[in-house]
Nanobody, 120 residues
Framework: QVQVVESGGGLVQPGGSLRLSCTAS????????MAWYRQAPGKQRELVAS???????NYADSVKGRFTISRDNGKNTVYLQMNSLKPEDTAVYYC??????????????WGQGTQVTVSS
């Protein structure tokens, strides 16, 4: 089984910063990619940023220039540095891990989510 655990959410004022962390652990052969998604009340879950094991990175247009995704392969951990936060960034942020098992089966796992609230 694979566990995905996020941390780092909270309440921040507009213009402030937060750093989210996510670690994947358990039984798998390779961690192929990790990503951050978010879901605001009444809206669909959307991709925020993703990073592959080869360090290919993708950002949603709404966060380009403000958010930075990075990865520590040795720790199976991904980070999301969020700067210049806006009220519209308020959402539950979910971590997604795409892993390959020892039998070469690819699966996707989700974390439980962490709340980010941007408000004065």
């Amino acid at each position: 089984q694979v566990q995905v655990v996020e941390s780092g959410g909270g309440l921040v004022q507009p213009g402030g910063s937060l750093r989210l962390s996510c670690t994947a652990s358990g039984s798998f052969w390779r961690l192929r990619a990790m990503a951050w998604y978010r879901q605001a009340p009444g809206k669909q879950r959307e991709l925020v940023a993703s990073i592959t094991s080869g360090a290919d990175i993708n950002y949603a247009d709404s966060v380009k220039g403000r958010f930075t995704i990075s990865r520590d392969n040795g720790k199976n951990t991904v980070y999301l540095q969020m700067n210049s936060l806006k009220p519209e960034d308020t959402a539950v942020y979910y971590c997604n891990a795409r892993v390959v098992s020892t039998t070469i089966v690819e699966s996707t796992y989700w974390g439980q989510g962490t709340q980010v609230t941007v408000s004065s």
